[in-house]
């Protein structure tokens, strides 16, 4: 079955310092990968998403992921991180069987920045 | 362009009390999907839709129904709300692709049941 494993519940880190949250996938075939980010009481935002092709993905806010299938992990990066950047962030993969698109989404990283 | 958006929300029922949650998007998307959002659970998939009149269980359905009766409108209903269903209930669409489109969600709704 389809999972998606992020290990790390909290991360705190200074601003300005840089970034990794780390997501581990599970799948029977090539994944379709992608993060999502939170802030307080909003919906779910999408930050960037790998489908094929180039492995080193691009997304806005300045964040990025590595697609590396050896290792199964999908990781995300910043290098210098923003008060502004304070928020959960979600990993999901896809797609299921059964058709409708549906992806299975990690428990998530709170991301905690010091000022 | 509003995106998908949900009403009410926040909700406080009593145990038994029923409710519908409304989801509206306005992007034209075939595919709708009701989550709900725990701590430390992540987002979990209550029930999905591929098409107007079409609905489908996913992960977690159970004390839930929905109805998808027009393309832009996806309901969900409990008919007799439990303090289990206490939770951050989110709304997405995606449109058809190759493969898995991006889901848009709505902003949520936080449902309490005493």
């Known amino acids: 079955a389809q999972s998606v494993t992020q290990p790390d519940i909290h991360i705190t880190v200074s601003e300005g310092a840089s970034l990794e949250l780390r997501c581990n996938y599970s799948?029977?075939?090539?994944?379709?990968l992608f993060w999502y980010v939170q802030s307080p009481g909003q919906g779910l935002q999408l930050l960037l998403k790998?489908?094929?092709?180039?492995?080193l993905v691009q997304g806005i806010k300045g964040f990025e992921a590595e697609f590396k299938r050896s290792q199964s992990s999908f990781n995300l990066r910043k290098p210098s991180v923003h008060w502004s950047d304070a928020a959960e962030y979600f990993c999901?993969?896809?797609?299921?069987?059964?058709?409708?698109?549906?992806?299975?989404f990690g428990t998530g990283t709170q991301l905690k920045v010091e000022l | 362009n509003a995106g998908v958006t949900q009403t009410p929300k926040f909700r406080v029922l009593k145990t038994g009390q029923s409710m519908t949650l409304l989801c509206a998007q306005d992007?034209?998307?075939?595919?709708m999907y009701w989550y709900r959002q725990d701590p430390g659970m992540g987002l979990r998939l209550i029930h999905y839709?591929?098409?107007?009149?079409?609905?489908a269980k996913g992960e977690v359905p159970d004390g839930y129904n929905v109805s998808r009766l027009k393309k832009q409108n996806f309901l969900l209903g409990l008919e007799s709300a439990a303090p289990s269903q206490t939770s951050v209930y989110f709304c997405a669409s995606s449109y058809i692709a190759g493969g898995p489109g991006e889901q848009f969600f709505g902003p949520g709704t936080r449902l309490t049941v005493l």
């Open positions: 790998y489908f094929s092709g180039d492995t």
């Open positions: 839709s591929v098409g107007e009149g079409t609905t």
């Open positions: 799948y029977g075939a090539t994944p379709y």
């Open positions: 999901a993969v896809g797609p299921l069987m059964g058709g409708g698109n549906k992806l299975t």
């Open positions: 992007m034209n998307h075939e595919y």
